[in-house]
């Protein structure tokens, strides 16, 4: 068993005037115990820790202790210290005092919010300690170099000076942002200058910023529809007028009507999310026309497009903008791994000035150490040889869903054939809901997720969201078969049955 040790100083209420310190200190560390501030099992400091801060001698300290002890609060152990018990003596607990309000069911009145805050909304990102089929949303970690990564971020540890324990400015790391513009404008297409970068958390960090500076209440944004979450619950607490983009084969397809008056737009041209189809060339053009003509930005997550296994690679929208409106956003997180917490934004050079105050004033800047790490480890030719490797395995994860969800869901889903990411869809052709597969399938600890969850005015024929590129090959194929005995399952309910009719493609 485990105990918790005081490696602190401990701090107590202030001593009132005329009152001895005897009394004091064993009615303070009651107290302490009670209200849970000192937790059971937690291990006191020393008695000569004791007189030291607080100046007392050591007889009061230990006749205190001494007392609470026979009260049943503390207990010694030899050659260990003296400990908060574990099961405290109920009959000596205090009456707590409570509010009227709480007395009769409800809390204390919290202060107002600011109209930011009341239009908040929950945001369901979350995180599981372990993969299995079909999570979404997930890379390989299992198959990180880790071992790798711990010698690159070891060899920056030793050789840290005081000016990397310092920091850097808000910007970045001027090294990372240069191996970031060489990186970008290598695989996605983009034309920047390390000036031109600025280093964030991920792509919601940096779409945060955007909506700062770029919105006011009321504003007109088109986003995709169905399309990310993050940007939807970001945008509404802004105050923003979300008007739908609509999907089709080519990606987004808003009208040009939908660019006059509007502020931004948020598009995912290299691997919508979450439908997963890949942006036309000719669509691009089209929307960049718009935006110039109409003097609208563009924010272009390019999510997962570093994964691309098949199909004509497409250079990024910012690459082919030539009327500096596109702010363009790319993340490590997934390329590498979640806990990393290091992307980047690529600016207008209009705008570079007040996106890094507006850093400096908020989260200042990432840790340079890890900044550091992992400019070591594009320069050092560690992410292309990652990524390269990665994109072979996601491959062939995908063809085998493909093959096992032809042979085992042929009856029950069309999955969609993607170019790239970690994800692909599933088209129902049962008259049944998404959600409730989703919610059978997560009885039998299968993650699917429902499209319909990704919409936000948009009606959308009922489909799921399937993972692959964290899923080993033996859980694909036990996935699918437990996916399609859920389906089974369904068939089979009397109520379900007559539901459960093929529909006619």
């Given amino acids: 068993m485990t ?31 009670l209200n849970g501030r000192i937790t059971p099992g937690s291990k006191l400091p020393a008695s000569r820790e004791f007189a030291r801060q607080y100046q007392l001698s050591r007889g009061t300290i230990l006749a205190a ?20 018990s574990r099961i405290l003596p109920e009959h000596l607990l205090p009456a707590q005092e409570i509010s009227e309000q709480e007395a009769n069911g ?12 009341a239009r908040v909304r929950p945001f369901s990102y979350y995180i599981k300690p372990e993969s299995r089929a079909f999570r979404t949303n997930l890379p390989a970690l299992d198959l990180f170099p880790t071992t790798l990564w711990a010698q690159v971020t070891s060899r920056r540890l ?16 001027l ?10 404008h290598t695989s996605r297409g983009v034309n920047c200058s390390a000036e031109q970068i600025i280093i964030v958390s991920g792509v919601q960090e940096g779409l945060d910023l955007t909506t700062r500076l770029l919105l006011n209440p009321g504003d007109k944004v088109l986003v995709e529809d169905p399309g990310y979450q993050g940007a939807y619950t970001l945008l509404h607490a802004a105050g923003a007028r979300i008007i739908s983009a609509p999907l089709d084969a080519e990606g987004a397809a808003p009208r040009e009507a939908d660019f006059r008056g509007c502020r931004l737009a948020y ?26 003509k109409y003097d609208t930005p563009i924010f272009e997550d390019d999510y997962d497009s570093e994964f691309r296994f098949s199909g004509r690679p497409l250079p990024a929208m910012q690459g082919l903008d030539r009327g500096g409106k596109v702010i363009f956003c790319g993340s490590f997180n997934k390329v590498m791994f979640p806990s990393l917490r290091l992307g980047y934004v690529v600016l207008p050079r209009n705008l570079v000035d007040v996106f890094v105050c507006t850093k400096a004033m908020t989260t200042r800047h990432h840790s340079l150490l890890d900044q550091a790490a992992l400019c070591d480890f594009i320069e050092q030719g560690h992410l292309g040889r990652h990524l390269r490797r990665m994109r072979n395995i996601y491959e062939e994860r995908f063809q085998l869903l493909l093959e096992c969800a032809q042979q085992h869901l042929g009856e029950y889903l069309e999955i ?20 409730v597969v989703a919610q059978r399938a997560a009885m039998e600890e299968i993650d699917v997720v429902a499209l319909s969850r990704y919409c ?35 068939k089979a309910e009397p109520l379900k049955a007559a539901s459960l009719k093929m529909h006619t493609r």
């Fill in 3 to 33: 105990h918790r040790a005081s490696s602190f100083e401990l701090i107590l209420p202030p001593r009132p005037d005329g009152t001895p310190s005897f009394h004091w200190l064993r009615d303070a560390l009651r107290a302490e115990i």
């Fill in 175 to 184: 090294p990372l942002r240069e191996a970031v513009a060489n990186y970008a």
């Fill in 106 to 117: 409800g809390t204390p009145k919290g202060p107002q919010l600011s109209a930011f805050g």
């Fill in 158 to 173: 030793r050789a840290a000076s005081a000016r990397n324990l310092l920091g850097c400015e808000a910007q970045g790391y």
């Fill in 456 to 490: 936000h005015t948009a009606l959308i024929p009922e489909g799921l969201q399937i993972g692959f590129a964290a899923v080993q090959e033996k859980e694909i194929r036990a996935g699918v078969m437990k996916l399609a005995n859920v389906f089974e399952k369904l």
């Fill in 416 to 435: 969609a054939n993607i170019e790239a990411g970690l994800q692909t869809i599933g088209r129902l052709r049962v008259d049944v809901p998404a959600e």
């Fill in 267 to 292: 598009v995912t041209p290299g691997h919508q999310y979450p439908m997963g189809m890949t942006m036309s060339l000719q669509r691009r053009l089209q929307l960049l026309a718009w935006a110039k």
């Fill in 65 to 84: 202790l001494d007392e609470l002890q026979a009260e049943g609060y503390l207990e010694p152990r030899r050659g260990s210290g003296t400990y908060v």
